[in-house]
């Protein structure tokens, strides 16, 4: 079993930069897949980007793709979301979920831990 927090939210202004962190428990941290999904008020959960177990494949929504980048770093435990050029329409609260031997796959149904989230503002 893994635990996840995330944390980097805040405010910022369009074309601004935050960095997103997603802290886990556990020892085992590397032999999980790791994805980022958002939602905003009144809108439906969606897939953000995604790595695998092995950090070695990444997967990105096309609303995303080119701005962000999503990394791990195993020996801390962590997985970041490095969020530039950020746009109003990025506003949502973010959350991160971990999937055993996972690929960061586009499915929410994949990942069995969810974070609480972090919430990101963009102005405009």
């Known amino acids: 079993q893994v635990h996840?927090?995330?944390?980097?939210?805040?405010?910022?202004?369009?074309g601004g930069s935050l960095r997103l962190s997603c802290a886990a428990s556990g020892r085992t941290f590397s032999s999980y897949g790791v994805g980022w999904f958002r939602q905003a008020p009144g809108k439906e959960r969606e897939f953000v980007a995604g790595i695998s177990w092995s950090g070695g494949?990444?997967?990105?929504?096309?609303?995303?793709?080119?701005?962000?980048?999503?990394?791990?770093?195993?020996?801390?435990?962590?997985?970041?979301?490095?969020?530039?050029?950020?746009?109003?329409?990025?506003?949502a609260v973010y959350y991160c979920a971990a999937d055993y031997m996972g690929w960061g796959t586009v499915g929410a149904h994949h990942y069995d831990y969810w974070g609480q989230g972090t919430q990101v503002t963009v102005s405009s």
């Open 4 to 14: 996840v927090v995330e944390s980097g939210g805040g405010l910022v202004q369009a």
């Open 57 to 91: 494949i990444t997967h990105y929504a096309d609303s995303v793709k080119g701005r962000f980048t999503i990394s791990r770093d195993n020996a801390k435990n962590t997985v970041y979301l490095q969020q530039n050029s950020l746009k109003p329409e990025d506003t």
